[in-house]
């Protein structure tokens, strides 16, 4: 299974709306809304800030969104804020019934 | 509140095995499935496999079949995640983690705090 594609990295001033890509096939985030996107800081382990590609868990501030669109998943932050640096990580399950994550992409808030 | 309490790190030999345990807490054991991901230095997530602690069914990915070994200890609330025959590609922080829902469908809403496994001669 190959690992869906995310860009290597993003940045945004704060205030600002960034959006980040996660690009998959027919057999992952085409088929199912299981799609879910970590925030990770250096040295820690992975948060999850969106679950069922839209779902936010308790405590996730409502300026973190997710969309699908055919292969597509997209997370979305808006009103930047300095502590939104960190590494995101896209995951889909898939129709091998196994999960697969993104690249990951670095968040720098300049 | 939920926890996922890991063992502490291990340093191995090429070709020696490793045995990571995950001791759940705060939640009924049995009833959410029990995921492991690793990341090595620099790099990104990799799934690894589930467990059912209920059933102990188990699910891997291709790349580990065979050589990858995940079982639990109901008794005690702890899973465990066995990898044989490692190599220096195997060093890297070992993550357990536990879904929003009973079944694993990739949405990791709990980890256990990592446990870095070293492979080197």
């Known amino acids: 299974q190959s690992a869906l594609t995310q860009p290597a990295s993003v940045s945004g001033s704060p205030g600002q709306s960034i959006t980040i890509s996660c690009t998959g096939a027919?057999?992952?985030?085409?088929?199912?809304?299981?799609v879910a996107w970590y925030q990770q800081s250096p040295g820690k382990a992975p948060r999850l800030i969106i679950y069922?590609?839209?779902n936010r868990p308790s405590g996730v501030s409502n300026r973190f969104s997710g969309s699908k669109s055919g292969n597509t998943a997209s997370l979305t932050i808006s009103g930047l804020q300095t502590e939104d640096e960190a590494d995101y990580y896209c995951s889909s399950y898939t129709s091998r019934k196994t999960v697969v994550f993104g690249g990951g992409t670095k968040l720098t808030v300049l | 509140q939920v926890q996922l309490l890991q063992s502490g790190a291990e340093v191995r030999k090429p070709g020696a095995s490793v045995k990571v345990s995950c001791k759940a807490s705060?939640?009924?054991?049995?009833?959410?499935?029990i995921n492991w991901v690793r990341q090595a230095s620099g790099q990104g997530l990799e799934w690894m496999g589930w467990?059912?602690?209920?059933?102990?069914?188990?699910g891997y990915a291709q790349k580990f079949q065979g050589r990858v070994t995940m079982t639990r200890n109901t008794s005690i609330g702890t899973a465990y995640m066995e990898v044989n025959s490692l190599r220096s590609e195997d060093t890297a922080v070992y993550f357990c983690?536990?879904?929003?829902?009973?079944?694993?469908?990739?949405?990791?809403?709990?980890w256990g705090q990592g446990t870095q496994v070293t492979v080197s001669s």
């Open positions: 705060g939640y009924a054991f049995t009833t959410y499935d």
């Open positions: 027919r057999s992952d985030i085409s088929a199912y809304n299981f």
């Open positions: 467990m059912s602690p209920n059933s102990g069914t188990t």
């Open positions: 069922d590609v839209s």
């Open positions: 983690a536990r879904g929003v829902y009973s079944t694993s469908s990739g949405d990791f809403e709990y």
